[in-house]
């Protein structure tokens, strides 16, 4: 279960990507590097919906089978969050 705990942490780095992603589209851009927006851009719009979706069922089976997760509650809770935002950020 250590894959489960580096995944929920990657998508976490990756959500945070997200958040600035959307300061960026909604504000001016102040990444003055292109390569570096590149990255933040594909890592916060595309990967981590991806890993949020992974990481969000597989909490969501061990939540119902009752079993114990390596994922700090405060992990669990901040991924779940911005998964919810990022589902009304794409589909409505």
Known sequence: MR??????????ICNVLFI????IRYTHNFI???????????????V?????ITVNLTEL???LSRKQSPVPNWLKIANALIFITQLT????
Request: neutral net charge; contains cysteine.
């Open 3 to 12: 894959w489960l705990l580096f995944t929920a942490r990657l998508a976490f």
């Open 20 to 23: 600035l992603c959307l300061l």
């Open 32 to 46: 003055h590097n292109n390569s570096v927006e590149s990255y933040v851009i594909i890592l916060g719009f595309f």
């Open 48 to 52: 981590s919906f991806i890993l949020n």
């Open 61 to 63: 089976i061990l939540l």
């Open 89 to 92: 950020y794409y589909f409505l």
